[in-house]
């Protein structure tokens, strides 16, 4: 067989390969430095994600299979990669600062962020398992080692290893399901399996492996019950890899899960929509319940996300290709109001004591008024309080549950977004309200903090007030499923 | 410049940005610039734009322009979009134009306020959704506007909120608007759903007047209606106009422009707009012109007994708005319109006269503590007296041809015509009669004055005066754009406005009889040259009399002294009762019986979620355990819903 | 001749998979939690070999090598957690780690 490596595919692919090389250039730069100036990394890693965005950008006009079909180019996934990498810039110009307070002595933050990144880009624009896996496992393991990144804290280290062990049993589900997947159908393209499945033939194994892959994903997006790694993974994570993690991982993992099911099961949606519409309720229930009496910032947070992971499934569920716009809005939104109320979050700490308690927050407004305002923002969004992007992101999502004819769904969604008002508001109410329980010390107003605020802040505005051009680009995205 | 249409309500917007960001810490003369300018901007994009469409046939004088969608969902889009036809475009040239002169005269009159740049935001935000109001679209916009303007009247009412009689006015006047403006949000959404059953899911006037037909006739008339309802509380008439009077509290020019020159001619507009849907209910518009009269000559009647100057003015706001309403009721929407600007002009020059008299006299409304003014404020007196003129329907002012265009009309009305036109050639008398009443007990006279005010009376500074003047001879000159046929005028203003309203102005060609034309005119002179003969007995000539008069009928005097005891009949009816039931909803329903079930619902929420959290051990085995359960459910439910 | 019995590999691995699945929740010793994923991550290999012989691919061959090469990974990034974990702790036993929860 005369194979051809096709060398003018390259090109195409030029986002990932800047990724790739800046990672491991930067590897190599790291060495010669000294420990001060680690924020010239931080600068190499802006531009290498700026350049990879303007090749997403010129290149999202593209349409097209790469490299046998192994790898693939199309709207859902440049926009997702548009997403990753607007969140990686976000993430990296926090860190500017944050990795200089934290004083983190490895150079690998970044180039593990970047590796990470692509693995994550990897994994969005394949239409191939097998491509699909190894992006998964490269996000992950940059992931694991980020977890644990600050060496000597015991909570990181212990995050780091909860993450690593259940990480790696997910991806044991996940490739044994793929085993099965192959063994009955014989392929690992996932067009190959609709093929199989509109002719009737499910077999036992098929269904196994179906719900096999299920579970890998459920774990990366955190339903429950494979959530119970979230809480304690973003806890102890630096928190600038929990916003990597909560925007990053989640949305680069719920894409690649539309993009499974929705390409080669939606034949037998009858049967996994039910079980899903019960991971959501579930999911949204639990989860909302137990953020009710969370005292850590960040551990409410995390349940916030798994929460948020619930709604969107409410959209998932349907099965109906067009609405499912809704869930990449909802990704997009979700990424700006979680990296936003995660930087301020990282703005409230100091090296060694993270002030993460909610009562660090109360009458925050008095001293620090625009960090109290901006959380608020991300909060209001959080909870969906139009005029912000998280409002229309809750009512794309559950108008399209009622549209498809999941009508209690869509009751309980929203009776659970009253519920996570009560504690989203409770910290609003605590920065406004309240008189200040504790000293928290000077805040570091850094202007990169403040730049990611206002970024998210600008953007949570603007896409709540006009929706339109967004949810244009959601559905010019999710056309590739017709 | 047809593109540009944005820019008339934008520089107001600007300035308000401007001086509201920034205005604490510009000095008092950019922000007068600011505000000032930034109102005559607009003023002069609007009159570029007036003669730009008279350049076009008259079919043609339809410009519309659509910025950016603003909603979107199904079929269903709102834009933000503008629309100058002739209606609007008089409406733009009236706010901006008087506005601006309203701008200019608060520079001089707030110089000293603390509040300054914060006045000069507000009124320029007002000034914005004023024209987003008349240069809407369609009726959502519109409705921003209609909210936007109560909003700044509420803000501007209450500028000197440290005043408890000012606050209050505020609320009550945010109060009673709120229940006109749910008249016309439930108009809104009733037309619109009305109109989407049939297929038609819009709000857009234009498209609006193309589909009306598709509205069944008891429809129309409960939209209309409900429309109506809007109008009397934006527009201060029957039975909403309480609130208008209280409003004086507010600084004078902001009387001069939201409540007397622009604002509450919202109403008069929003159905010459809407006249389509209105000539298709003639009960309604029969309700319309009723409800206009008796307001009309009711306010007249409690401007007999008031002595606060600027109260005065404000009854006779509310009796001019209700002759407005006469001419749209009565199918003649030119006539309101025109008569909605000149007395745009006249009153609000009479206001600003009276804060000159105000200024003067440092804050004395009292006409009982003034007379003899004549010759303290040569300017103002004259000017004033113009005014006075105008409003009381002397030939050769602007007064006199729109007054008389309404009752001329309303006389040619089918439905009762005549028994309007009496009621209202009654009140034009007593118009006169009350407004020189004012006049003569201000400038004329003995004087009354307070001695220490005596020392520093003088004539307001030429920032003040100026615009005096130039609404002065507006006041006159105002009138000669709509001289009718019968007195060998072109009645140019009703046919620029032609276009607007065509096919359902008035059919007024039956039986014109020229002679009855001009008899009638000649009628409502006499009336009114009897009103102010009147006065002159009374107050200028035997002052006695008036005395004795208010001595020997003082029940009746007392009565209407009190605004016929309106204020407390409400309170006894209405706010009491509303404010026994919303205790009773306080202290039962809400705080007993829903906060019980709420606060119970949330401590069983806490509960839960306390016990819920047990289950994270924090055991990475027993996370890896809840996994394999998960597995083995999704497993075994999929295994037996696909293979049975 | 005994002949290729897909269904049979395919038992083989499911048993290797729960093998490993059980172990994973029962076993305290973090390397041996480890190992056990391994085994599922082998069992998984089977059950692709297996495949390829009924479908005649290379396919599944691959993906094995994938597989064998992400677990490579994962061993030294584990490794190197137990080697930190074990430095604070003093013991890698999962049990102990449990300052996170809630």
Not at chain 2, 340 to 360: D, E, I
Not at chain 2, 614 to 620: A, H, I, K, N, T
Request: aromatic share 14%; charged share 15%.
């Amino acid at each position: 067989m005369d194979v051809k490596f096709p060398v003018d595919e390259l090109i195409l692919i030029a986002p990932e390969i800047i990724l790739c090389g800046f990672g491991l250039l930067l590897l190599l730069i790291e060495v010669f430095l000294k420990t001060k100036s680690k924020s010239f990394l931080g600068i190499l890693t802006l531009v290498s994600a700026g350049s990879a965005l303007v090749f997403v950008l010129k290149l999202s006009s593209f349409s097209t299979d790469l490299f046998f079909g192994l790898y693939s180019l199309d709207s859902l996934g440049s926009l997702t990669k548009g997403l990753i990498l607007v969140m990686l810039i976000l993430v990296v110009i926090m860190s500017l600062r944050y990795v200089e307070r934290e004083e983190v002595i490895s150079g690998e933050y970044y180039p593990l962020l970047l590796f990470s990144t692509l693995g994550m880009m990897i994994m969005v624009s394949s239409k191939n398992l097998l491509t699909i896996f190894v992006g998964l496992e490269l996000m992950s393991l940059s992931i694991y080692i980020l977890v644990g990144l600050f060496r000597d804290n015991l909570k990181a280290a212990e995050a780091s290893l909860k993450y690593f062990l259940l990480g790696a049993f997910a991806s044991a589900f996940l490739v044994y399901g793929i085993a099965l997947l192959y063994g009955s159908t014989g392929s690992l393209d996932i067009k190959g399996y609709l093929e199989v499945i509109a002719k009737g033939d499910t077999s036992t194994v098929l269904i196994i492996g179906v719900a096999l892959i299920a579970v890998g994903f459920a774990f990366k997006i955190a339903l429950v019950p494979f959530h119970m790694w979230t809480p304690d993974v973003y806890e102890g994570a630096p928190t600038s890899i929990t916003a990597f993690m909560a925007a990053g991982v989640k949305s680069a993992a719920f894409v690649t899960f539309l993009r499974v099911f929705y390409t080669a099961f939606l034949p037998l949606i009858k049967q996994w929509g039910d079980i899903l519409w019960l991971l959501a309720v579930i999911t949204m229930s639990y989860a909302n319940l137990t953020a009710l009496v969370q005292q850590n910032i960040k551990r409410m947070l995390a349940y916030s996300s798994i929460a948020h992971a619930g709604y969107i499934l409410v959209a998932f569920v349907t099965g109906e290709k067009i609405l499912s716009s809704s869930i990449i809005y909802y990704l997009v939104a979700y990424t700006f109001m979680n990296v936003g109320a995660f930087s301020c979050v990282i703005l409230m700490g100091r090296k060694g004591e993270e002030n993460l308690d909610i009562d660090s927050y109360a009458g925050l407004s008095a001293r620090h008024p625009f960090v109290a305002f901006c959380l608020t923002i991300f909060l209001l969004s959080l909870t969906g309080v139009p005029p912000l992007a998280g409002f229309m992101a809750k009512f794309y999502v559950f108008s399209t549950a009622i549209k498809a004819g999941y009508v209690w769904l869509a009751i309980i969604g929203v009776l659970n977004s009253v519920v996570a008002a009560y504690y989203y508001l409770r910290v609003i109410m605590y920065m406004y309200f309240r008189d200040p329980v504790k000293e928290i010390g000077r805040i570091d107003l850094s202007p990169s903090y403040i730049l990611v605020s206002l970024i998210c802040i600008f953007f949570l505005i603007y896409t709540g007030i006009l929706p339109r051009e967004l949810m244009l680009l959601a559905e010019g995205a999710v056309s590739v499923f017709f | 410049m047809s593109e540009y249409i944005w820019l008339i309500p934008c520089f107001p917007a600007v300035g308000f940005l401007i001086n509201g960001l920034l205005g604490k810490k510009l000095p008092k003369a950019v922000v007068s610039w600011v505000g000032c300018l930034s109102v005559f901007f607009s003023f002069v994009c609007s009159a570029v734009l007036f003669f730009e469409l008279l350049r076009l046939a008259p079919e043609a004088r339809i410009i519309e322009k659509d910025v950016f969608d603003w909603i979107v969902s199904g079929e269903f889009v709102t834009r933000v979009g503008f629309r100058i036809d002739p209606l609007s475009i008089v409406m733009c040239l009236v706010v901006s134009g008087v506005g601006f002169l309203i701008h200019v005269y608060s520079v001089g009159y707030m110089h000293d306020d603390p509040g300054y740049s914060r006045y000069f935001t507000y009124l320029n935000l007002f000034v914005f959704m004023m024209l987003i109001l008349v240069t809407a679209n369609n009726l959502l916009l519109m409705f921003v506007g209609w909210e936007g303007v109560g909003l700044c009247s509420y803000l501007l009412i209450g500028f000197w909120f440290e005043k408890d009689s000012a606050s209050n006015a505020g609320k009550k006047a945010f109060i009673v608007n709120r229940i006109g403006d749910y008249g016309f949000l439930v108009g809104i959404f009733l037309l619109f759903v009305s109109l989407g059953t049939k297929g038609v899911w819009t709000l857009n006037f234009s498209e609006l007047e193309r589909n009306a037909n598709l509205l069944s006739e008891s429809l129309t008339a409960l939209i209309t209606l409900l429309f109506f309802i809007g109008a009397t509380g934006k527009s201060a008439q029957i039975p909403l106009y309480v609130w208008l009077p209280d409003a004086m509290e507010g600084p004078t020019p902001v009387s001069a422009l939201i409540h007397a020159a622009t604002m509450v001619t919202a109403g008069v507009y929003m159905i010459a707009r809407l006249n389509f849907l209105y000539s298709m209910a003639p009960e309604i518009m029969f309700i319309v012109a009723l409800v206009g009269v008796l307001t009309a000559m009711f306010a007249a009647s409690i401007g007999f007994a008031q002595y606060d100057i600027k109260r005065v003015l404000a009854y006779s706001t509310i009796s001019q708005l209700g002759y407005m309403f006469v001419g749209v009721g009565v199918g003649a929407y030119a006539a309101g319109i025109f008569h909605l600007m000149t007395h745009a002009f006249f009153k609000a020059l009479l206001f600003l006269g009276a804060g000159s008299v105000m200024h003067a006299l440092a804050g004395e409304l009292d006409m009982r503590k003034m007379g003899g003014l004549k010759k303290y404020l040569p300017t103002t007196h004259w000017t004033f007296l113009v005014a006075c003129l105008a409003i009381a329907g002397i030939p050769g002012l602007s007064g006199f041809f729109s007054k008389d265009e309404i009752l001329w009309k309303a006389f040619l009305f089918p439905h009762a015509g005549v028994l309007i036109y009496i009621i209202g050639l009654v009140t034009a008398g007593m118009t006169a009669f009350y407004m020189f009443r004012l006049l003569f007990n201000t400038f004329y006279g003995k004087e009354r004055l307070d001695e220490e005010v005596k020392h520093h009376v003088h004539e307001s500074p030429k920032v003040m005066t100026i615009p005096l003047i130039i609404l002065a001879i507006l006041s006159i000159v105002g009138g000669y754009v709509g001289i009718p046929h019968a007195l060998g005028g072109g009645a140019h203003f009703e046919k620029f406005l032609e276009p607007v309203f065509r096919g359902v102005s008035q059919k007024a060609d039956y039986h014109h009889s020229l002679v009855v034309e001009i008899g009638l005119m000649v009628l409502s002179v006499i009336v009114a040259l009897i009103g102010i003969y009147v006065a002159y007995v009374y107050f200028l000539k035997k002052p006695d009399l008036s005395e004795k008069f208010v001595k020997k009928h003082e029940k009746l005097y007392k009565t209407v002294h009190n605004k016929y005891f309106v204020d407390e009949i409400y309170g006894f009816l209405f706010v009491d009762n509303l404010l026994r039931v919303g205790r009773f909803l306080k202290n039962v329903i809400d705080e007993a019986i829903i906060d019980g079930i709420v606060n119970g619902l949330g401590y069983f929420m806490r509960g839960l979620g306390g016990i819920l959290r047990f289950l994270q051990s924090g055991y990475v085995q027993a996370y890896a355990f809840s996994m394999i359960v998960g597995a083995i459910v999704v497993v075994g439910y999929l295994l037996v819903k696909v293979i049975p | 001749m005994v002949e290729f019995s897909y269904n049979l590999y395919l038992l083989l691995s499911a048993i290797l998979f729960t093998i490993g699945a059980v172990g994973v929740i029962t076993r305290r010793n973090g390397i041996i939690v480890f190992m056990c994923i391994e085994l599922m991550l082998n069992a998984a290999n089977l059950a692709f070999i297996s495949a390829t012989g009924i479908h005649k691919g290379l396919e599944g061959m691959i993906f094995v090598f994938f597989v064998m090469t992400v677990a490579a990974a994962e061993a030294a990034v584990g490794l190197a957690i137990f080697v930190m974990i074990f430095r604070l702790r003093g013991t890698i036993s999962v049990d102990q780690m449990n300052l996170l929860k809630g």
